[in-house]
């Protein structure tokens, strides 16, 4: 089974416009990360979020936390055509070893200008 | 540039060859791994090394050989390979349970 999901599975939105994306989650974590795929190419990461943090904000990225309900959310503000890539949130389970990263399916984001 | 190489980008081979695939990263990481990504798949782990020690194998065919012969270097060795196989390989690095860092991926044929 997944660990981590994410919604939507695709999204288009105009430039200018906020992005929101969720990821949920199964079981216990010590911490979740979001990353970004343009197509074809290696994940970037953008941010870590520790199981005891609820949010974090970088530049125009805010992410929050909620493990009572095992969910994450990116939000993008002001979005732009660059942003156009697919997302993914990662989780690395407790006690499931060590660095045992497990990725989920992904959002298409698409931001037209 | 994320300090992760990976080549070759490009590889198309037949059911019989042999072929490895390289990785590398001088960021000091102490975890190296190997994710395959298959169009509308998640993003399978396949291999996890600490400190050049296998901790991870995800129930991997044998014909995917991971070598690690120091903290910077991983290898994939490849062999008898299906079609199925054809997928986005993926590298890449952590520092303990730090973010991960990713190679650009060796996109990889199997004819």
């Known amino acids: 089974s997944q660990q981590g999901e994410e919604d939507p599975q695709a999204l288009s939105i105009q430039e200018g416009e906020n992005a929101t994306m969720n990821c949920s989650y199964k079981t216990s974590i010590n911490n979740l990360q979001w990353y970004r795929q343009n197509s074809g190419r290696g994940l970037v990461h953008l941010i870590l979020i520790r199981s005891n943090e609820r949010e974090k904000h970088s530049g125009r990225l805010r992410v929050t936390l909620d493990t009572s309900k095992k969910s994450s959310s990116l939000l993008i503000t002001a979005s732009r055509a660059a942003d156009t890539a697919s997302y993914f949130c990662?989780?690395?389970?407790?006690?499931?070893?060590?660095?045992?990263?497990?990725f989920g399916t992904g959002t298409r984001l698409k931001v037209l200008a | 540039e994320t300090g992760v190489t990976q080549t070759p980008r490009h590889l198309v081979m037949g059911m019989t060859n042999k072929k490895s695939l390289k990785c590398e990263q001088h960021?000091?990481?102490?975890?190296m791994y190997w994710y395959k990504q298959s169009a509308k798949k998640p993003l399978e782990l396949m291999f996890v090394y600490n400190f050049k020690e296998q901790t991870e194998n995800n129930s991997v065919p044998s014909r995917f050989s991971p070598e690690c012969p120091n903290s910077s270097h991983l290898f994939l060795h490849l062999h008898t390979l299906q079609p199925e196989d054809s997928a986005l390989y993926l590298c890449?690095?952590?520092?303990?349970?730090?973010?991960?860092?990713f190679g650009p991926g060796t996109r990889l044929t199997v004819l």
């Open positions: 960021l000091g990481h102490n975890a």
């Open positions: 990662a989780t690395d389970p407790r006690g499931s070893g060590t660095y045992k990263y497990i």
């Open positions: 890449a690095s952590s520092l303990a349970a730090g973010p991960v860092y």
